[in-house]
């Protein structure tokens, strides 16, 4: 229906970039991305109603569509600069042709176009491959467009790693050059740290993470955004991995906190709760990085109690006749010590009453 449309309204309909990548490759893509050659804004004004439009992006003039429970984004082809190394690109024209548009994007892998037509009431395409991106494809290479790409866009370096990873490609030797040279002299001063931040995010979730972060480490990729990194010691970020990795925690934190290089010094307290309560509110990716760094091993007894909870209130404590205040604190702290080196006498709240009531006089 949308090509439909756009046909009508005499504007070309493009498949470009991952979705065309991935299938050449035989893999599944879950995002539909389309562009075509005039404003995205313009043409959802004109599109049937069944086709909604969930938002509107005028800065770089693309619109996400909601069609049948699909999310469809389009996207008007455009020319864009970059005034300074690593900042956002900037747009200069709108609905220029596909030559231009090319200009714009990243790897020849991510270049190819696949133009959509209707012919006799049936979807058509031609593959428009102006930068031998299939002749990349087949060699699993990844080369960018230009020379200056990398300085344009330092993120294209991060990008280009979580793709070799992930089909298994290289970067072509000039690119390696490239890459080279721009890391012995990265530029950060109008950089965009939160889209670098949002790249290292995205490469450190992934499945292969580990072996990514190393790829970082000993090539010095994290020279786009961090100065020189201690020596990483990856025995022991597998171990911290091991010993922390659950739903809540974040691998991409803590290898963005070991780039930082933060330097922690060894936390005192005061109780076995206030240690608890302190660790528990710390994030754990920097709790992780914590421990990396100073080996605590107070650390290996939090993750070992970390589930510890109380089952009764201060609304039950004043039921049993005690009035608030400095009390209820030291009842919390001998419960907590009670309770930690001996846990499966407390397995209902029962048994918590219990122990205030032999313990404690209301
Ligand atoms: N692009 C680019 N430079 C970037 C980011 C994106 O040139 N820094 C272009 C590429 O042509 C890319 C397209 O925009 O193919 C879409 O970007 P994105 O959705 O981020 O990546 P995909 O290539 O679709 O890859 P993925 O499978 O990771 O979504």
């Not at 004004?45 to 984004?73: A, C, G, M, R, W």
């Not at 907590?336 to 209301?362: C, G, L, R, T, Y």
Request: a positive charge; one cysteine or more; aromatic letters at 14%.
């Amino acid at each position: 229906m949308i090509v439909k449309s756009a046909r009508s309204n005499n504007i070309r309909v493009f498949f470009v970039g991952g979705i065309v990548r991935d299938n050449i490759l035989g893999y599944k893509t879950s995002d539909i991305d389309i562009l075509i050659n005039g404003s995205a804004i313009e043409f959802a004004k004109k599109l049937p109603q069944e086709i909604k439009v969930k938002s509107i992006h005028p800065d770089f003039d693309t619109v996400k569509l909601l069609y049948k429970n699909e999310i469809i984004d389009i996207a008007s082809s455009r020319t864009e600069h970059y005034p300074f190394s690593g900042c956002l690109p900037v747009v200069q024209k709108i609905g220029v042709p596909i030559e231009e548009d090319v200009k714009r994007r990243d790897f020849t892998i991510n270049s190819i176009y696949c133009e959509l037509y209707i012919i006799n009431n049936k979807l058509s395409y031609k593959l428009i491959d102006l930068v031998e991106g299939i002749k990349d494809i087949n060699s699993k290479t990844l080369r960018v467009l230009h020379d200056k790409s990398y300085i344009d866009d330092p993120t294209r370096i991060l990008r280009g790693v979580e793709f070799a990873f992930r089909f298994n490609f290289d970067f072509s030797q000039h690119d390696k050059t490239l890459i080279e040279n721009y890391l012995s002299s990265p530029i950060r001063t109008n950089m965009s740290v939160d889209r670098v931040l949002s790249v290292f995010s995205k490469i450190f979730k992934n499945k292969p993470h580990k072996e990514i972060f190393k790829k970082v480490i000993l090539n010095k990729y994290y020279k786009i955004l961090f100065d020189d990194v201690q020596n990483i010691d990856f025995n022991l970020v597998d171990n911290v991995l091991d010993l922390f990795s659950d739903e809540e925690f974040k691998t991409d934190d803590f290898y963005i906190s070991l780039l930082k290089n933060q330097e922690f010094e060894i936390l005192q307290y005061n109780s076995k709760k206030e240690l608890f309560y302190n660790m528990k509110n710390m994030k754990k990716a920097v709790l992780a990085c914590y421990y990396y760094k100073t080996q605590d091993k107070n650390v290996l007894w939090f993750v070992k109690n970390k589930d510890f909870k109380f089952l009764i209130t201060g609304d039950d404590l004043i039921n049993l006749g005690f009035k608030q205040g400095k009390i209820f604190s030291q009842i919390f702290e001998k419960l907590f010590d009670a309770k930690i080196s001996n846990p499966q006498s407390f397995i209902s709240k029962e048994n918590e009453i219990d122990w205030v009531k032999n313990n404690f006089k209301s």
